[in-house]
């Protein structure tokens, strides 16, 4: 059962007359318990909404004891349960209205919990639902000869069963919506190799932790892969809007 947080990183009680810390000081005080944790995290957690850290004049962040306890919070519930980031805000606003909340049971350390839906960057653990290809072409509106020419390009591929992930179902959307537009898969080969140099990136950030002997470092490589992953797509959307010279809303 969780309860609405009090202290500091999980290290006795804050009292009210504690003074505001800087994102530094934070790092260092959640690394006692959470050693791989860096600014970067902290700095994802705050664009995602889950903590709110004051600033101040010159736009520097300043966290209260309980952001602290906050940030410790949300990084149990991802080491410990593998909860995704639209869960653990639920939870964080069930626990600010005084609701109690029943966590899931802990994994087995390297055996996270099935993930009840669809996988979205930065969330929890991929799904193992996998369609077959008549599937596959009738949840795109697709025709068998367009599919054959997306996987003669490597934009779609099958797994070794045969079937279809959620994210080949994803792409064989967008691939379907871009052809609308007269862009074909030849068109869409400089895309996918642009996409294969950011995964390389971020493989190069986490390749260390995906080899620790921890299963808890491990399971924390693949949260970092998510936050990575969700990071580069807005970071690719914001360039291409930049060149575009275009706004949206």
């Known amino acids: 059962m969780l309860r609405t947080p009090t202290g500091g990183a999980g290290h006795g009680t804050a009292d009210?007359?504690?003074?505001?810390?800087?994102?530094?000081?934070?790092?260092?005080?959640l690394r006692?318990?959470?050693?791989?944790?860096?600014i970067s995290k902290i700095r994802f957690l705050e664009a995602e909404g889950l903590v709110e850290p004051q600033r101040t004049a010159s736009g520097y962040r300043k966290f209260s004891p309980h952001d602290v306890e906050r940030l410790a919070l949300i990084l149990r519930m991802q080491r410990d349960h593998y909860l995704p980031l639209k869960v653990i805000r639920e939870h964080l606003d069930a626990l600010?209205?005084?609701?109690?909340?029943?966590?899931?049971?802990?994994?087995?350390?390297?055996?996270?919990?099935e993930a009840a839906g669809p996988w979205e960057p930065g969330e929890g653990v991929a799904p193992v639902a996998r369609v077959?290809?008549?599937?596959?072409?009738a949840a795109v509106g697709a025709q068998e000869a367009e599919l054959?020419?997306?996987?003669?390009y490597g934009l779609v591929a099958p797994g070794a069963d045969g079937g279809y992930d959620a994210e080949a179902v994803t792409v064989a959307k967008l691939v379907a919506?871009?052809?609308?537009?007269?862009l074909e898969p030849r068109h869409l080969r400089a895309v996918k190799a642009a996409a294969e140099r950011e995964a390389g990136l971020v493989e190069q950030v986490v390749a260390p932790q995906r080899r620790h002997r921890n299963p808890?470092?491990?399971?924390h490589a693949e949260a970092t892969v998510k936050e990575l992953a969700?990071?580069?797509?807005?970071?690719?959307?914001?360039?291409?809007?930049?060149?575009?010279g275009v706004r949206f809303p």
Do not use: C, K
């Open 216 to 219: 808890q470092t491990r399971a």
């Open 230 to 244: 969700a990071l580069s797509v807005r970071l690719h959307a914001a360039l291409v809007r930049a060149a575009l």
């Open 16 to 29: 009210a007359g504690d003074r505001l810390v800087s994102i530094g000081t934070v790092l260092n005080r």
């Open 148 to 152: 054959a020419e997306w996987e003669a």
């Open 32 to 38: 006692e318990e959470f050693p791989e944790v860096t």
């Open 96 to 113: 600010g209205r005084g609701d109690q909340v029943v966590l899931p049971a802990q994994a087995a350390p390297g055996e996270p919990p």
């Open 177 to 182: 919506e871009l052809g609308r537009y007269g």
């Open 132 to 137: 077959g290809r008549a599937e596959l072409l």
